[in-house]
């Protein structure tokens, strides 16, 4: 479970999971910039699990990853100007992963490693339906 809470201090959020505390902010001069905005830790979400991802499948096949780099953005388009999305009105949002290794790895094995970053949990979850369910707390 995640507990997410903003008070008067402008958009300076305190996110709780578990035993780790956050700070979610919207940048100047909207907000302070005490930490990512919403889409970042969106962009945080998917980064870390395809580097996790990538990390479990290179051990367990014995692979020489030394490192592997991440990189996202995020941006939107119009759906009519998207020529390969289902979208035909509104928006589309657009993430740009980009992966980097280090270590001795051969083209095939780096042909493998980029088929399985896009199996990551969290890809999946965001290339399928979402359903967000709305219910007030009862204190």
């Not at 939107?76 to 928006?91: N, R």
């Amino acid at each position: 479970m995640v507990k997410v809470k903003i008070g008067t201090d402008r958009y300076k959020t305190l996110v709780t999971s578990e035993n780790h505390q956050l700070v979610a902010d919207e940048p100047h001069p909207i907000g302070t910039d005490l930490g990512p905005n919403p889409y970042q830790f969106l962009l945080i979400a998917l980064g870390t699990c395809v580097s996790m991802t990538l990390r479990m499948y290179a051990d367990r096949k014995g692979w020489d990853m030394e490192e592997v780099e991440v990189q996202l953005s995020q941006s939107k388009i119009h759906a009519e100007d998207c020529k390969d999305c289902e979208s035909t009105t509104g928006f589309v949002q657009i993430i740009k992963k980009e992966i980097q290794f280090k270590g001795d790895l051969d083209e095939k094995q780096i042909a493998r490693l980029l088929e399985i970053s896009n199996r990551c949990p969290v890809q999946k979850t965001l290339i399928n339906e979402i359903k967000v369910e709305t219910e007030l707390m009862v204190s």
